[in-house]
């Protein structure tokens, strides 16, 4: 059985249970499941998109995001930041 959660998103039965012997545990699942935020883009993807634009800047983001590996708003998010 699925539920919609508070965000619309679906909650599994599984997922709750497991919650809630968490809880009956007296344990703090989400600090295990904590997250930091964007993940971490290595430094060899930035290399090359740097490398790429200093050849040619006429690139689009598509184009970048194919040739590096990575989603087109990564690349975006790359080229805003550095």
Same mark, same amino acid.
């Given at each position: ?18 919650w ?5 545990? =007296? ?7 904590? +997250? ?6 290595? $430094?060899?993807?930035?290399? /090359? #998109?740097?490398g790429?634009?200093?050849? =040619?800047?006429?690139w689009?983001?598509?184009?970048? +995001? ?5 989603s087109? $708003?990564?690349?975006?998010? /790359? #080229?805003?930041?550095?």
């Amino acid at each position: 059985m699925i539920k919609q959660n508070a965000h619309g998103g679906a909650t599994f039965k599984g997922t709750v249970a497991r919650w809630v012997k968490a809880f009956r545990a =007296d344990l703090d699942e989400s600090e295990d499941l904590h +997250s930091t935020g964007r993940p971490s883009i290595p $430094q060899h993807q930035i290399d /090359i #998109l740097t490398g790429l634009l200093s050849i =040619d800047r006429l690139w689009t983001l598509r184009e970048l +995001s194919v040739e590096v590996g990575l989603s087109h $708003q990564m690349v975006w998010y /790359i #080229l805003k930041k550095f």
